[in-house]
């Protein structure tokens, strides 16, 4: 069984950046497509970034493009989001969730999910 578990959130002041991380445990990662989720206080889930398995093409939800980079490592069995130039609208819990099917930016297509991390970004 897949388990997902993410790390690397943290307190960041506008602008900044911070690379998160999302460690694979009980199957190997790259049969995967991952997708990363951020959800602001009160709000839903919405998808900012993913990479497909197949093809390990990446997709950006518009409002990270340019700013977010999502990226594997195999040897870690891992995927990252590399975020810069965080904005304060950036704030929230960040999920990466995990299916072996093509995956996007749609929470639905998603079987496994971690806990989160959060991101604080203040001005």
């Known amino acids: 069984q897949l388990q997902l578990a993410e790390s690397g959130g943290g307190l960041v002041h506008s602008g900044g950046s911070l690379t998160l991380s999302c460690a694979a445990s009980g199957d190997t990662l790259a049969r995967y497509s991952i997708g990363w989720f951020h959800q602001a206080p009160g709000k839903d889930r919405e998808g900012v970034s993913c990479i497909k398995n197949r093809d390990e093409n990446t997709y950006y939800a518009d409002s990270v493009r340019g700013r977010f980079t999502i990226f594997r490592d195999t040897t870690k069995n891992a995927v990252y989001l590399r975020m810069t130039n965080l904005t304060p609208e950036d704030t929230g819990d960040y999920y990466c969730?995990?299916?072996?099917?093509?995956?996007?930016?749609?929470?639905?297509?998603?079987?496994?999910w971690g806990q989160g991390t959060q991101v604080t970004v203040s001005l």
């Open positions: 969730a995990a299916t072996t099917g093509t995956g996007g930016l749609t929470k639905w297509a998603y079987d496994y």
